[in-house]
């Protein structure tokens, strides 16, 4: 049997042209995990409403951030799957969930090399419907389908293991070093609150009510919601930041549900009314920079947060392909390629 490790990460368009955009964004947003509601339904939304004017708009955000290599998120994954294949003695590779290189095409490489055991890594620290779960159920279905000799072992959401919470707070603390800040904003990606609801594995734990994230219960192991709010605990009490000068919210809302809140929009704009003047930006639901950090956070946040009244304003990069990330990873794929035989959780 012999090993190998797949690094998945989101995925973005093939190019900032309009129509590779419409394609990703349908592939993502027809995703029953993304937009959770029936078929037809979500392709009235998708097809109907969505598709007809925001992948202009989201094609001029993507030119804004977009590298001559190609896309930031894509890669900085390629990146690290660089660095974590020179510490470790297994074949690594990198897929996509949306776009390219596929999950299928991440699978067939690994196969290709005789690989029959492949350890998951999705590349997300906060486990969600709309993101760790599709993609195990995606990959499950292919294996089920193309690549029957394959097993899977998964990396579990890894919002709180110390090896991640002391990358991200020496990440934070090397950004502020010669900087000037009197609050850090943990901004997560936002999900609807009705995701959280769904992932809800005790069924009746979660009231998002601010309060059922902060007692102990078995529904946190997929509750997205207490799994931020953790993150950030951590990593305040490993840095020692004051009660008062960091907070966290939710970003990138789309359509009129209900998502988690607070809204990081609305807390940048009522920081800069409340006198916050030098605000630092972190975003731990990202491990590469994309277009929601660079853009949504580095510029339009900036700018709303300049034009309000603040002075100074840093967004703090995500993990990338730091060095003590590589080997964090690297240490975890050799622990597991290590073990004599694994356990198959998909
Ligand atoms: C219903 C919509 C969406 C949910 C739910 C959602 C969850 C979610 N997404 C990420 C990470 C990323 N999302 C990115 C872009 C992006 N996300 C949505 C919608 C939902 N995301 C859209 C429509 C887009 C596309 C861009 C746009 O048009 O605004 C990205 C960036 C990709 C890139 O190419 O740079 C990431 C990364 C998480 C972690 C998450 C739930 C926890
Ligand atoms: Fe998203
Ligand atoms: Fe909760």
Known sequence: MKKGVLLVNLGSPDSTEVKDVKRYLDQFLMDERVIDVPYLVRAFIVRGIILRTRPKKSAEAYKRIWWEE????????????????????????????????????????????????????????????????????????????????????????????????????ESIKEALQEKDWNHILFSY?????????????????????????????????????????????????????????YSTSFQSRLGRDPWLQPYTDQTIENMAHQGVNKLAVVTPAFVSDCLETLEEIGMEGKDEFLENGGSEFHLIPCLNDRNDWAQVLSRWVSEWAAEPESVTHV
């Open 70 to 169: 190609g896309s930031p998120l894509i890669v900085l994954t390629e990146r690290l799957q660089k660095k974590v294949q020179q510490l470790v003695d297994i074949p690594v590779s990198i897929a996509m969930r949306y776009g390219n290189p596929s999950l299928e095409a991440g699978m067939r490489e690994l196969a290709s090399q005789g690989v029959t055991e492949i350890l998951l890594v999705p590349l997300y620290p906060q486990f969600a419907m709309a993101t760790t779960e599709t993609i195990l159920v995606l990959a499950e279905k292919l294996r089920s389908t193309k690549f029957p000799n394959i097993r899977f072992t998964e990396i579990p959401a890894f919002y709180s293991h110390p090896d991640y919470v002391r990358v991200l707070s």
């Open 189 to 245: 990606h936002g999900v609807p609150e009705r995701h959280i609801k769904k992932s809800d594995i005790t069924k009746s734990h979660c009231k998002i009510d601010g309060q059922c994230c902060q007692s102990s219960s078995p529904a946190h192991q997929y509750c997205y919601r207490h799994q931020c709010y953790e993150t950030t605990k951590q990593v305040a009490e490993y840095l020692g930041l004051k009660e008062g000068t």
